[in-house]
């Protein structure tokens, strides 16, 4: 039997410590600064490649970049559908590229933001569709670049029997293919290999991740690995364990884990959400969810997680060790109202990480203690309308 959501907010949580909290936390984030952008919601953040900016992508369809103070420098309205993601370039600080459901990619440059300085849509006069509906335009979700920044992947919503992985040269704008075969759901995220360039990891709402090798010319060839999940597939991770960087991380729609040794066809550990409850020490796992997935400076990764509960709510960070998930680092703003972040990424360097929550605030994490008074949002306007913290298909 589901939770409603009159139940759930009946349902107190709190935290679930023996000892000392500074000693089960040991490291702490304060917020350095925040921002307000009105009452649209946070879709996704990101940072560029020199931390001097940061983007927030919001459910007005609309992309605000801001400065190292979190003051909003652009805003661009980058397509006349929905936009479904954006993120900077890798290598390029004033580069970043934004997708939408209006079937194309773009690149922008921020100093100069009135058009986009590439297109990338499907150009192809006779592209692969089967069954209904008839149209064959294909709606992007999600992309990601790879590490060298010479291609961009796009993952679009099912269209009729297929779901499409698109590929594009960033240096010229050409479409170079696609792969069909592999997803018979919406493609929710893609992941480039953080060193190999040709490695590719899609996750789907069917349930499966595959692993691609772009240096092989057909989609069978390509395939190297396929994962069954038997859960929808939220975001992914690649990691490196016993000096190999081949691990994913996987996170669900029904806010669990699984980790996978991209070599073999199970994964070797699974986390459930009540495991990332306890790993975040809260009580109660229908409150808790799962924002971000991240590297930590040794091997493995971190997780960001939190409690939507409204009257305690937290924000934290947690590591795999000993086959269990361990608390790490306490992320809590004294002015917490306990909105559902949506959306989180890691600075360059292991400098913090920066937030976006559905409230419409934004927050840059520093590590160490909390500053002796509270930082006052950079806007002033912090009326935001109503909102449930419940959490539907990414888009």
């Known amino acids: 039997m589901s939770i409603s959501d009159l139940d759930l907010d009946a349902l107190s949580d709190k935290d679930d410590i023996e000892g000392d ?30 931390n001097s900016k940061y983007l927030a992508c919001i459910s007005s369809n609309e992309v605000k970049v801001m400065n190292e103070l979190l003051t909003v420098t652009n805003t661009l309205k980058p397509h006349q559908d929905d936009v479904t993601r954006a993120a900077f370039s890798k290598i390029d600080p004033n580069l970043l590229f934004t997708s939408s459901k209006d079937c194309t990619v ?31 335009k294909k709606p992007i979700l999600t992309f990601d670049t790879s590490q060298d920044s010479k291609v961009v992947c796009a993952g679009t919503e099912q269209m009729g029997e297929d779901s499409y992985l698109l590929f594009w040269d960033i240096r010229g704008g050409s479409l170079m293919g696609g792969y069909w075969e592999s997803h018979e759901d919406d493609i929710t995220c ?19 991740v595959n692993v ?18 038997e859960d929808s597939v939220s975001s992914l991770h690649w990691f490196t364990k016993k000096e190999s960087p081949r691990y994913l991380a996987i996170s669900t729609h029904t806010e669990g884990i699984q980790l996978w040794d991209t070599d073999h066809y199970q994964p070797y550990q699974s986390f459930s ?65 306990g909105s559902l972040v949506r959306d989180s990424a890691q600075l360059r360097g292991f400098a913090g990480y920066i937030t976006g929550a559905e409230d419409g605030v934004v927050t840059l994490w520093k590590s160490g203690p909390k500053p002796e008074h509270e930082l006052q949002p950079t806007t002033s306007n912090l009326k935001m309308k109503n909102k449930t913290n419940k959490r539907d298909k990414p888009y």
């Open 21 to 50: 909290f500074d000693a089960v936390f040991s490291s702490s984030f304060h917020p350095a600064q925040t921002c307000s952008l009105g009452t649209s919601y946070v879709l996704n953040v990101d940072v560029n490649c020199d």
């Open 106 to 136: 773009k690149l922008w440059d921020i100093r100069t933001p009135d058009k986009a300085t590439i297109i990338f849509q499907d150009t192809s006069s006779a592209s692969k569709h089967s069954g209904p509906p008839s149209s064959a």
């Open 190 to 208: 893609i992941k480039f290999h953080p060193s190999n360039n040709d490695s590719l990891a899609s996750g789907s709402t069917d349930g499966l």
């Open 212 to 229: 691609f090798d772009l240096s092989q010319g057909k989609e069978d060839d390509a395939l190297i690995s396929c994962h069954n999940t």
């Open 273 to 337: 959400r009540s495991d990332v409850a306890h790993g975040i020490r809260r009580k109660v796992p229908e409150h808790t969810y799962i924002v971000g997935m991240h590297d930590q400076e040794e091997q493995g990764f971190l997780l960001l997680a939190g409690s939507r509960y409204a009257a305690d709510p937290c924000l934290r960070l947690c590591t795999v060790k000993n086959k269990k998930l361990k608390p790490v680092a306490d992320l809590k703003a004294a002015s917490s109202k």
